[in-house]
Each structure stands twice: as C-alpha cells, then as structure tokens.
C-alpha cells in the first residue's frame, strides 16, 4: 500500500517557521518527482517546490523561493519543506506528491496529472 504522510503543519504568526515532512512508503523512493503543493481556500492547488530523486534537480514557485528549502533524505525515503518568513498567503493545506517520471523537469514539475500518488495533506495556519 502506497502512503505518502505529511505532518509538520501547524498554525504560526507571520514571520515564523515550519517545517514539513512527507514519508513514503509502499513505493520505491528512486525514480520520481516528489512535489509540494498547496490549495487556499476558494483557489485550486499549486505547486510550491519539487526535488528530484534522481539527479535532484529542485524548482520553486516564484512565490516562496527565497524563503522555503525543499529538500530530502533518501535514506529514510522523506522530503521536507523548510518554510521561513512565512505570511498570511502561506495558509494552506499543504499536500505531497509523488510522480514516477525518473526526476523532476522544468517543464512539467507543477503538472499534478503526473504525480500519482499523494498524501492527505497538512494544515498550515499564518496569522498576521
């Protein structure tokens, strides 16, 4: 059984920090795309950031980078999202993704048709 399962959500003030992580199991970890994304309320979900488990190329939406880390740890099959400088839009349910494309691409990271598996999600809470 294929389980992605995030945790690290939470609520925090504006300028704080969270850290995610997804841990995947039922799959092998080589060999995917593993992506962040995030749906607010009354929008459609987004991608955040993605790695690869491959070569680990990353890519960041223009609206966290310089502020969010992805990053993982193949040894214990888990990618995090380190979130810095978080603000009101950071509110979301956060959800991980795994796509069994080889490694992530510029191209088509955000692409959610390709990522098969997912998690249940995370909340996370930013007050100003």
């Known amino acids: 059984q294929v389980q992605l399962m995030e945790s690290g959500g939470g609520s925090v003030q504006a300028g704080g920090s969270l850290r995610l992580s997804c841990v995947v199991s039922?799959?092998?970890?080589?060999?995917?795309?593993m992506g962040w994304f995030r749906r607010e309320p009354g929008k459609e979900r987004e991608g955040v950031a993605a790695?690869?488990?491959?070569?680990?190329?990353?890519f960041y939406a223009d609206s966290v980078k310089d502020r969010f880390t992805i990053s993982q740890d193949r040894a214990k099959n888990t990618v995090y999202l380190q979130m810095n400088n978080l603000k009101p839009e950071d509110t979301a349910e956060y959800y991980c993704?795994?796509?069994?494309?080889?490694?992530?691409?510029?191209?088509?990271?955000?692409?959610?048709?390709?990522?098969?598996?997912w998690g249940q999600g995370t909340q996370v809470t930013v007050s100003a």
């Open positions: 993704a795994a796509a069994p494309v080889g490694d992530c691409y510029s191209g088509s990271w955000r692409n959610e048709w390709e990522f098969d598996y």
């Open positions: 039922g799959i092998v970890y080589s060999g995917n795309c």
């Open positions: 790695i690869g488990t491959g070569a680990g190329y990353i």
